[in-house]
Structure formats: structure tokens, C-alpha cells
DNA sequence: ACACGAACTTGAACGCCGTTCAAGACATAT
DNA sequence: ATATGTCTTGAACGGCGTTCAAGTTCGTGT
């Protein structure tokens, strides 16, 4: 029957736009299968005809979170040009700051993203991957801007570095472990780090 | 009887070590209440005379991984001088290697100080607290002898920056979800941050 | 219209988890 | 020896993700 395949398609996506609802509101943690057989409506283990895991949904949720988290990012570089190294400066700084307000604004899908670990013995499917090194492409054409003489393998390494780095100032800035760092002094973190960073850029360049 | 707070100090000790190799071996997932109990020869129910529950076992095992990080970062300075801007750097950079190979030497260990979160509604104890401070004083001193003409506070927002960067990049280089960084090459990562944000340092302390 | 077999759905049951607590074991004082 | 309070024990509890035998539904051949 062609109708149980849309049918299917279609619980699957209330499913995880569920999980996606109970991750936002209480935490990964906050994820319970029965929880989500009541919300959407189906059985306790019809899940299991619609995902393999509680894994395989945790990545559809963070595959989600991932491309809102591109066109955030995507809309921070828009309408950007990069005819100095002024405003390639500027725009690694605004990237780096839409990464923050995303973290923010979405934090624990944004928490779910890294926190989420695979149980013992699966490996992470090749797509989300793929997915998590879209991240990277937003800082690469600025950095390129920056170090034009350096090779393509060094600017991805420092594409991972920078984004890396900026990720650690954001993560540990809105842990509530530590006491919360204020919305503007964690945004003036990042700037200054990312701002250091070009600095440091353009005087090796130069310099050496 | 005297004897008896006496011995559950040691049991208490036991019941540490046991999580901690736990912890190391299998990470913090691997930490099961039964394993703990068989191995310190105690029932089930005796742990929660030890700890007041798992959470707390945990706390002790990070406290434990805290001091020994905090020794590594004292040798990685110990007999250095602060005589110039270049040995300053030097130090930051030696700093920041040393916290890169105590995570990779103690993965799981170093891990479990950033993914474990309280039950609901816990609060980390002050004490726990205080230790995780540790980490920036290593850092402290030398941008001090960097940016001299800068504020404690505005210098104390710099350290935490510095080592959340520093952090962040260690933290995804070691994660084997993305396939494994070599270990030179993350040295080299890290060695590179440190330096752009000095030589930033030194530009923007100069020229503004 | 009916029966048959395959495909799908169901929720009780499984194994594992951290935590609790009534009941038993033990030490000390009388 | 008995009574009293203290400490220890592991079966039991509630909750978790996951499974699977049993029940239901549905397309199809007659």
C-alpha cells in the first residue's frame, strides 16, 4: 500500500519535530520514548518502525538544528563584500557573533549538537558528518582573504582552529555551571578574540 | 565507635579510586553503581553511606582529575621567567600544550570535568566550583606581563577567554566523532592560536 | 462475499539503571 | 542476658530504551 510509506513519512516528522520540542524545552535528557509515543500518538514501539534508535533521532533533530544554524549564518555574511581585509576582518567577527546568538538563542539544541553521543559500538552516519563540516565554509572565504598567500590545506586548518576556538569562548561562556556570563560580555569575548586573531594574521603576514 | 567514620573514610577513598578507573576505562557512561559496589567489596545500598549519590562520586573523581591537571600546568611554568613579551608568549604557549596533552592523556578523565551535569534541580557544591578557577590562574600572570597597562578585571575576562579558546580547540580536536586530528597537528593548532592572540596582543597594545 | 496470508501495530515484558528502606546484624550499656 | 541504638544489607521500586509474541488490518485470489 503507497499510503502506509506517506503515512509513515509523515509520523516520522511529527516524531521528530516531538523530540525537537522536548530537547528545546527540558534537554536532551529530557528525551523520553514514551513521552514521544503519547505526543505523536502511536504506540510505544511503533518508534521503532519509524526510527531505528533514539540515536537516529537525536541526529534527524540536530540535522535540523544545523541548517537553521547555516542560514543564520548564512544571513550574517549576506550582502558582505570582502574587498579588504578590513572587512573580512569584519565579517569573521559577525559570523563569529551569529554563531554566539544562535548558541544562545537555541541553546540546548545548540548543547544537543555536541553533547549527544552515539551508544557503545554505533558510529555516526556518514551524512551527519558531512553536515557538521558546513560550519567551516563561512570563515573559509574571509580567512582566504586574509592569508592570500597561504596554502588551501593551511586555510582549512585554520578555518577549524578559529571556529573551534570562538565554539570554546561561546560553550563555556553560557555554561550556568560557571555563573552566567552576561549576554554583552560574552558577544565582546568573542569579538576581541576574533579580532586578536585577524590582528595576529595580518602582522605574521607582514611581518613574518 | 571511632572505628567506624574511620573506615568509611578509606571505603570513601575505595569507592573514588574504583569510579575514577571506571570513569578512565569506559568513560563516564561506564560508571555503574553494582560495578562499584562488587569491586570495593560493599553492598549496593552502602554506597549512599560513602557519597550522597552518584553525582557527588563524580564531583570527587573531577576534583581528583583537577589536581592532577593543576600540577601538569605547574610544571609546564615551573622555573620560567617572565622577563619579556617573548617569554611571556613562550609560557602562554607551553600552558596551553601542557592543558593539550593532559587531555589527551586523560581523555575520558579531562572529558568528564565538562560533560557531566547534575541531577535536576542539583546545584554544584561552591567547592566545585572554586576548583574549576584554577585553570585560569596559569594564565593570568603572563598576559599580565603582556598587557601591563590593562585592567585586573578586563585582564580576568582575558584569561577566561584565552583558555575557553584554547579549550574549545582541544575539546573538538580530541572528539573522534570528526575522524581523529594527528597529535602534532593539534599541538600545532593549539601553538598557532596562542601565538596569533599574543603577537594581537602586542599590535593592539602598540598601535591601539 | 468470503477466506486467506502477509504486513503492520501494539503494549506488556525484558534487562538495566540509580536510589530507597524494611529488616536483619551487630556493638555497647545496663 | 537483655535492651537499645546504630550500621549494613540486598530485594524492591520506579523509570529508562528496546524487543517481540500476539492481535489487528488490509489487499488479493477465488
Same mark, same amino acid.
Given at each position: 500500500m503507497v499510503k502506509t510509506t506517506e503515512r509513515r513519512e509523515r509520523q516520522r516528522e511529527a516524531l521528530v519535530l516531538a523530540a525537537e520540542r522536548a530537547i528545546a524545552g527540558r534537554g536532551l535528557a529530557g528525551l523520553k520514548a514514551r513521552e514521544l509515543a503519547s505526543e505523536v500518538g502511536c504506540?510505544?514501539?511503533a518508534i521503532y518502525n519509524l526510527v531505528q534508535d533514539m540515536d537516529e533521532l537525536v541526529l534527524r533533530v540536530g540535522s535540523r538544528t544545523l541548517a537553521r544554524l547555516d542560514a543564520a549564518l548564512a544571513q550574517a555574511t549576506? +550582502?558582505?563584500?570582502?574587498?579588504s581585509k578590513e572587512e573580512a576582518s569584519a565579517q569573521l567577527v559577525a559570523v563569529a557573533q551569529a554563531y554566539c546568538a544562535f548558541a544562545r538563542g537555541n541553546l540546548q539544541l545548540w548543547r544537543t549538537l555536541f553533547e549527544h553521543r552515539m551508544a557503545e559500538g554505533a558510529i555516526v552516519p556518514e551524512w551527519a558528518i558531512d553536515e557538521q563540516m558546513t560550519m567551516f565554509r563561512y570563515i573559509l572565504a574571509p580567512l582566504q582573504r586574509l592569508?592570500?598567500?597561504? +596554502?588551501e590545506a593551511d586555510l582549512v586548518l585554520l578555518s577549524r582552529t578559529l571556529f573551534s576556538a570562538v565554539h570554546g569562548v561561546v560553550m563555556l561562556g553560557l555554561?550556568?555551571?560557571?555563573?552566567a556570563v552576561p549576554q554583552r560580555e560574552l558577544d565582546r569575548q568573542v569579538e576581541r578574540l576574533v579580532e586578536l586573531v585577524c590582528v595576529g594574521l595580518a602582522s605574521q603576514g607582514q611581518g613574518g
Open positions: 504506540a510505544l514501539g549576506q +550582502g558582505r563584500r570582502l574587498d592569508q592570500p598567500q597561504a +596554502g555554561e550556568e555551571k560557571l555563573v
